[in-house]
């Protein structure tokens, strides 16, 4: 059966929902960053806001677990972990 991906947090820039898909991989959780157009205000790939955003991804089985984990994170004050 395939895996089914959700979001487990939607980001404003590329390069904080790859902080937050790193802080993801590092406790253990399968991640991936998808979502969104990828080119920001200020030109393409990591630079400044996206219009839509930007998604961090994990199987449907680790959801709760990793939402959690990055509000924990994000009250230890991770950069960009809000």
């Given at each position: 059966?395939?895996?089914?991906?959700?979001?487990?947090?939607?980001?404003?820039?590329?390069?904080?929902?790859?902080?937050?898909?790193?802080?993801?991989?590092?406790?253990?959780?399968?991640?991936?960053?998808?979502?969104?157009?990828?080119?920001?205000?200020?030109?393409?790939?990591?630079?400044g806001s996206t219009p839509?955003?930007?998604?961090?991804?994990?199987?449907?089985?680790?959801?709760?677990?990793?939402?959690?984990?990055?509000?924990?994170?994000?009250?230890?004050?991770v950069p960009g972990e809000?």
């Amino acid at each position: 059966m395939p895996r089914e991906w959700v979001a487990a947090a939607t980001y404003a820039a590329v390069y904080e929902a790859e902080i937050a898909r790193a802080v993801l991989e590092a406790a253990g959780f399968t991640a991936r960053v998808g979502g969104g157009a990828w080119v920001g205000i200020f030109g393409a790939g990591f630079q400044g806001s996206t219009p839509h955003g930007v998604s961090v991804l994990v199987p449907s089985d680790q959801v709760a677990a990793a939402r959690t984990h990055l509000a924990l994170r994000a009250a230890e004050g991770v950069p960009g972990e809000e």
